[in-house]
């Protein structure tokens, strides 16, 4: 169903604040994402607001007096539940998922543990700690092997390892942002990703895009500043393969119980076309090159509809009876 078939009462939805900027490593993203949201919202004739929690404290938050608020805050302190529970605590309707949902995808060693259990394929991990035996990851995983701050976003402090001598290096850079640090098998293939709306038993795919970084390095530079990133949407897939990897996205992301909207990233191995999950954004970004606004537009859906469908999915989480 495309969103412009679905009437929503401008007025109704009252003053809204669009959260952006913050104080994670993604912070000039955000910025990005969230003057995207204001000026669209307003666009539309929404009474919107921006409002950065980077600047302004909780009871500036509560003094707006906002009726909803549209996150458009990406990485910690906005991302992974923390800004979640505060506005539950407000009790100011948020867009996207709520204080579980984000917490534990925000950590991509939780979300992985999630979805094994759920028996939904991600490649096989690794924990490093400051003890841990590098030479047993190695012989675990292999090589290549991809090292990764597990609550950072943006391919922020992410190496390719591609020889054993090259991982204490890694885990360096990566400790640098989380004590425990992720160690991943590295997956040969086709990179796409998925975003989907709603939630539990509505929750829906949107068309599934494909990414084409030069020499397959796509990477904080290559996600927003330059062009030399191809996006395919939708790719060269067959009917069976596209129809598998928006199931386990679909899956994935409901087993993590996210709603209002999100982005699962997925690779296709070469050797066999067999999809894996790599992670869930449950905030993605919202700027000129980002990949939610791409896969609405192949159906239909503009970024001012996406933004205000968005936004009328704002609700309470935690059964306070509002929202």
């Known amino acids: 169903m495309n969103v412009s078939s679905i009437p929503i009462d401008v007025k109704a939805l009252g003053k809204v604040g669009v959260l952006f900027g913050g104080r994670s490593a993604e912070r000039e993203v955000s910025i990005m994402s969230g003057n995207g949201v204001l000026k669209a919202l307003q666009s539309r004739g929404v009474d919107a607001h921006g409002f950065d929690p980077g600047e302004r404290g909780l009871a500036e938050l509560a003094a707006e007096k906002f009726d909803r608020v549209f996150i458009a805050l990406h990485g910690r302190f906005g991302e992974d539940g923390s800004l979640q529970g505060a506005l ?31 028996g939904l394929p991600t490649p096989d991990y690794a924990t490093l700690e400051r003890g841990t035996d590098l030479a047993q990851v190695v012989d675990k995983l292999g090589l290549p092997l991809i ?101 386990i996205a679909v899956e994935a992301y409901v087993a993590l119980c996210c709603e209002g909207w999100g982005r699962v990233d997925v690779l296709l191995r070469e050797s066999d076309n067999k999809p894996f999950l790599l ?45």
């Open 279 to 323: 992670e869930v954004n449950a905030s993605p970004g919202m700027t000129g090159h980002s990949l939610v606004p791409m896969a609405a537009r192949a159906v239909g859906i503009g970024y001012e509809d996406l933004c205000l469908e968005i936004l009328a999915s704002a609700r309470l989480k935690m059964n306070t009876g509002r929202g």
């Open 147 to 247: 090292v990764k701050p597990p609550h950072e976003g943006s391919t922020i402090g992410i190496t390719k390892v591609g020889a054993a001598a090259e991982l204490r290096a890694a885990y360096e850079v990566a400790a640098g942002f989380d004590d425990v640090v992720l160690a991943e098998q590295f997956v040969t293939g086709r990179e796409f990703t998925v975003a989907v709306l709603g939630r539990g038993a509505g929750a829906r795919a949107l068309p599934i895009v494909e990414i084409v970084a030069p020499q397959g390095n796509y990477d904080y530079q290559n996600k927003y500043f330059s062009d030399d990133t191809q996006y395919f949407c939708p790719p060269q897939l067959d009917a069976a393969t596209s129809a598998e990897i928006e199931r």
């Open 88 to 118: 539950e605590q407000l009790a100011i309707p948020y867009t996207g998922s709520g204080v579980m949902a984000c917490a534990i995808g925000m950590d991509k060693i939780y979300t992985k543990m999630i979805w094994l259990m759920h």
